[in-house]
């Protein structure tokens, strides 16, 4: 997340939890992630383009997850000549809980600035595990890891000499992650995609934020669980909105975007500023960015 974090550091969150303890200020990021995984005497491995480290009993896990990244990065390289430099730290909850205090376990996350990904090993703990079944559970905690490779591969693809980690509109940040990670799955396992989407309904459907808007600032005012269910769903209703995009446009659809948007200057976009540009790159999604929240429902789940 980036709301408050971003003055600090590049680190940015899957998930809301974590907001939660940032804007409480409960937390601090350390200054190079990489340096505290390093102190941790993990071993480490390579499965392709992907370092990662490990402990131990672990070593399986971790390595399924670095070969997922492996593949990730082989599809964007092959389809955009993009090289994504990427390792993954798989951390089980002791090392989690010792290095990051306070922060929910298996809420992935990425440093930017030095590319690597921080992920739970374990399958059985964690925010992201709720069933309904053991398949479930670890496809949810890897499309989390693959969004935020998707960040780097956002990053490499769009702006990569811009010294700011993100975009600053948050909303749009977080789709085109999302997108790069889709796009991957829905080529790579075709059912995962498609079973992902039905959650993504499920959840959507699910829930009703108390305000409809992409202008996340209201979020700060919610009280810390409020905070945490509306900050998840809105992150799913950008997974399924960047699904929508892909089914209809491909993966050309971030080639138009390159293409199409002053990302010279990124980092001076505003919301309005962002979304005249889409209304010529991409105008179904700025349709549908202005439409969000004015409509009673947040996403029209049932178009396709
Ligand atoms: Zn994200």
């Known amino acids: 997340m980036k709301m408050t974090l971003k003055r600090q550091s590049d680190i ?16 601090a990021a350390p200054p190079s992630p990489l340096e505290t995984v390093k102190h ?3 071993e480490s491995a390579r499965a392709g383009r992907v370092d990662y480290y490990f402990a131990g009993p672990d070593q399986a896990r971790a390595q399924a997850m670095a070969r997922l990244v492996d593949h990730a990065a ?7 000549d993009l090289k994504v430099p990427v390792s993954l730290a798989a951390l089980g909850p002791d090392n989690w809980f010792s290095e990051f205090p306070g922060i929910p376990y298996a809420i992935p996350w990425v440093s930017i600035s030095e590319g690597l990904l921080m992920l739970p090993s374990s399958l059985t703990q964690g925010v992201l ?18 969004h935020e490779f998707g960040h780097l591969a956002s990053k490499a693809y769009f702006r990569p000499a811009a010294p700011e980690p993100d ?6 940040d977080e789709l085109l992650a999302t997108f790069f990670a889709y796009a991957y799955v829905a080529q790579a396992d075709p059912e995962w995609a498609s079973a992902a989407r ?23 005012t919610l009280p810390g669980p409020e905070l945490s269910r509306t900050y998840g769903w809105y992150q799913i209703v950008l997974n399924h909105r960047a699904a929508e995009v892909y089914e209809r446009h491909g993966i050309e659809w971030l080639t138009g975007l390159k293409s199409s948007l002053s990302w010279p200057d990124a980092a001076d976009w505003t919301p309005e500023i962002l979304l005249q540009q889409l209304d010529t790159a991409a105008p179904d999604l700025a349709a549908w960015a202005r439409h969000f929240g004015s409509g009673g429902r947040a996403d029209d789940t049932n178009k396709k």
């Open 198 to 220: 039905a959650e993504w309904v499920r959840e959507i459907e699910g829930f009703t934020p108390k305000v409809l808007s992409l202008d996340w600032r209201f979020m700060r």
């Open 12 to 27: 940015r969150w899957a998930w809301s939890i974590a907001l939660v303890l940032v804007a409480q200020s409960v937390w």
């Open 40 to 42: 941790l005497s993990l």
């Open 167 to 172: 975009v600053p509109v948050s909303w749009f």
């Open 74 to 80: 082989l599809m964007y390289e092959r389809q955009f």
């Open 129 to 146: 595990i709720k069933g309904p079944d053991a398949l479930a559970d670890r496809r949810r905690v890897d499309f989390v890891a693959l």
